[in-house]
């Protein structure tokens, strides 16, 4: 990989790394959902004027907007918003890579490689470790919900991957513009009209500049550079980079919010990023990095 593309990649990590802290930022400033479905509204009515049609059957276009934009991010800000730190949520979300390899065992009858088999046992234990961790000092319910989160996450990457869009970001832009009137009738019906009125109506610049972060960076900016990246390289040169993610959103977070790094969130994050390297590796890794698509349709990773 060039130079300058490889610095690119990097940059696409960090910017989904440190969009966990300007989630946690928004979540100040307004409630779970219906800072979701103004994450997906400003994200896709720009680029709709712009972009064609997602060049895929409108079912599975519609199955990953339900599924990613509604059901993932939901659960995602929702977690974070009762309790999930920012940094852990980060690091957490990589289940979605066991989930996947699980889901796809089972819809799409991949058999498993025996480095994946004992790559998510590894992560597991991780993830077991931030489990006590964060049932030793915040609400477990915050935890459980990012593991469904993860899920949601992992079913959306095998629908994708079962649809395989020809440009990521055409299709994530139309996935985005599903997600935005689920969530807000999901928003209008439990956080109630007052409190989206609230919101609204004393928007503050910190909100909007956390909408902005994960609308065009995270989103616009990071799928269309990672997408730029998968047309130009294999898939097994651009996806390692995703194993950034998790340890710049951790990083942002104890520079930004002051999370802790213990020992014990350092061994399990540890853990789970070797745990999930071992399975996007494949067995050419002996000589170079490799790894399948590694998404948020196929491609992303967290944010």
Not at 4 to 29: D, K, N, Q, T, Y
Not at 150 to 170: E, F, K
Request: net charge positive; proline share 7%; hydrophobic share 60%.
């Amino acid at each position: 990989m060039k130079p300058r593309h490889a610095a690119l990649a990097v940059a696409v990590a960090a910017v989904w790394g440190v969009a966990f802290v300007m989630i946690e930022v928004g979540l100040r400033s307004f409630p779970p959902l219906l800072f979701s479905c103004l994450r997906f509204a400003v994200a896709a009515v720009p680029a709709l004027l712009f972009l064609g049609g997602p060049r895929v059957a409108w079912r599975w276009v519609f199955a990953v907007g339900l599924v990613l934009g509604v059901a993932k991010f939901g659960l995602e800000f929702t977690s974070m918003s009762t309790g999930m730190p920012a940094g852990l949520s980060s690091l957490v979300l990589q289940c979605q890579v066991i989930f996947t390899v699980l889901i796809a065992t089972v819809v799409l009858r991949e058999r498993p490689r025996p480095a994946q088999v004992g790559g998510i046992a590894v992560a597991a234990v991780g993830i077991a470790l931030i489990a006590v961790d964060h049932g030793l000092h915040g609400p477990f319910t915050a935890f459980g919900l990012m593991i469904a989160a993860g899920a949601c996450w992992g079913l959306s990457n095998v629908i994708t991957r079962y649809a395989s869009p020809p440009d990521a970001l055409r299709f994530v832009v139309w996935v985005s513009a599903v997600a935005v009137l689920p969530l807000l009738a999901l928003s209008l019906l439990v956080e109630g009209p007052g409190a989206i009125v609230v919101a609204l109506s004393s928007l503050s610049w910190t909100g909007a500049s956390a909408v902005a972060y994960v609308a065009w960076g995270a989103t616009l900016f990071g799928f269309g550079a990672w997408g730029f990246l998968l047309r130009t390289y294999d898939t097994g040169t651009v996806a390692p980079f995703s194993l950034l993610v998790p340890v710049t959103g951790m990083l942002s977070a104890w520079l930004v919010l002051g999370e802790a790094l213990t020992p014990l969130r350092c061994a399990a994050g540890a853990l789970i990023v070797a745990g999930t390297a071992a399975t996007v590796l494949t067995p050419r890794a002996a000589h170079r990095v490799a790894a399948p698509a590694a998404p948020e349709a196929h491609p992303v990773p967290a944010a």
